[in-house]
Every structure is written in C-alpha cells, then in structure tokens.
C-alpha cells in the first residue's frame, strides 16, 4: 500500500478549503434570492447549512427518498441528527 505524502494531503486540504469557501460565498446570495420570492431547488451535502436556507427539505439516502419537511422537523428526528447533523 502506497502512502501518501504530506503534499498529497496538503493539496487535498487546499481543495477542501476551496469548496467550503465557495458554499459560505454561495449561501448568502441564495438567501437574497429566497428573499426576493424566487423559488429555488438547492442540492447541497452540507444539512447545516441546508436546513438553515431552506423551508422544506428532502433527504435523500441510497438515491431514495428517505424523508422530507420542515428543516426543524427533520432536525427533531433522532436519525438524522446522527446521520447527517453530527449530533
């Protein structure tokens, strides 16, 4: 098994940066966009942050629906806390 070097690892963490840079810039627009009354249909792997944008929510498990609703509600079910919320 090959190990990967520390630049490798440096890299990956550079470009994981850059996503999460790119999402915490992108948020705050959709937000504005909401505001303005456009409907909008968010894919987002981030529930945090998805929750906190959306009205009603659809979390997809397997490519099958799994559940959907109120960001709140599905933030109240034990099972997606501890899958998709970390907690």
Avoid: C, W
């Avoid at 249909?41 to 929510?57: C, I």
């Amino acid at each position: 098994m090959q190990r990967k070097g520390a630049s490798g690892l440096t890299v990956a963490a550079r470009k994981f940066a850059a996503r999460l840079e790119q999402v915490f810039a992108l948020f705050p627009r959709v937000k504005v966009l909401k505001a303005s009354g456009l409907t909008i249909l968010l894919v987002e792997e981030n529930a945090h942050l998805a929750f906190a944008t959306s009205d009603h929510a659809y979390v997809i498990a397997d490519g099958r629906l799994f559940s959907e609703g109120a960001p709140a509600d599905l933030r109240a079910r034990r099972e997606i806390r501890q899958a998709y919320l970390g907690l």
